[in-house]
């Protein structure tokens, strides 16, 4: 089984500034990883796939880089609607497929 | 519009059984892959189960393996999780998802069930 590590934990920052969230794999993944946003009460939401690619709908302010075991989600100028729990997943050797612990940015 | 809708959870007590129920419409039902996704109170996303397009192949996460079993009516437009023996370890709220297809993994997902196992 491949496990996913988030780093850190807790972002703390303030609105208008850059985020930068980290994954890190167990093993290769290729580019099969996938982050995912989570705000209280709702269903998590596909923002990122293959590392890099933004699914429909979501802003240019989100972007995704890496490959291999090491990832990164950066949010350019955070929002007041971009505070919430990040998940990375990957998606290439499966079963299982694996999530992260998540990465939960707050407000500064 | 995708729309993914769970029902079923509820309490139950240790040992029970319960059947979770996914409501897919908008899309081709039978054309994706889906899965069941669980998440316990204040934690995070743990993948549990998935199922092919004709429900012929499925997978399962070692910790439901044996206890929980995953199928689809394409005719009903439905995904299921029968769930048996439950335990306390099982209580979470249950998320079905659309599996996009490669390279798109979870595309959709429902507002989940809440499963509280307890006596």
């Known amino acids: 089984e491949i496990v996913m590590t988030q780093s850190p934990a807790t972002l703390s920052v303030s609105p208008g500034e850059r985020a930068t969230l980290s994954c890190r794999a167990s093993?290769?993944?290729?580019?099969?990883l996938a982050w995912y946003q989570q705000k209280p009460g709702q269903a998590p939401r596909l923002l990122i796939y293959?590392?890099?690619t933004r699914a429909t709908g979501i802003p240019a302010r989100f972007s995704g880089s890496g490959s291999g075991t090491e990832f990164t989600l950066t949010i350019s100028s955070l929002q007041s609607e971009d505070f919430a729990v990040y998940y990375c997943?990957?998606?290439?050797?499966?079963?299982?497929?694996?999530f992260g612990q998540g990465t939960k940015v707050e407000i500064k | 519009e995708v729309q993914l809708v769970e029902s079923g959870g509820g309490l139950v007590q240790p040992g029970g059984s319960l059947r979770l129920s996914c409501a897919a419409s908008?899309?081709?039902?039978?054309?994706?892959?889906m899965h069941w996704v669980r998440q316990a109170p204040g934690k995070g996303l743990v993948w549990i189960s998935h199922?092919?397009?004709?429900?012929?192949?499925?997978t399962y996460a070692d910790p439901v393996k044996g206890r929980f079993t995953i199928s689809r009516d394409n005719a009903k437009n439905t995904l299921y999780l029968q769930m048996n023996s439950l335990r306390a370890e099982d209580t979470a709220v249950y998320y079905c998802?659309?599996?996009?297809?490669?390279?798109?993994?979870?595309?959709?997902w429902g507002q989940g069930t809440l499963v509280t196992v307890s006596s």
């Open positions: 998802a659309r599996d996009g297809g490669f390279p798109r993994p979870f595309d959709s």
């Open positions: 908008g899309f081709t039902f039978s054309s994706y892959w």
């Open positions: 199922t092919n397009r004709d429900g012929r192949s499925t």
């Open positions: 093993q290769s993944v290729s580019g099969n």
């Open positions: 293959g590392a890099s």
């Open positions: 997943q990957q998606y290439n050797n499966w079963p299982p497929w694996t």
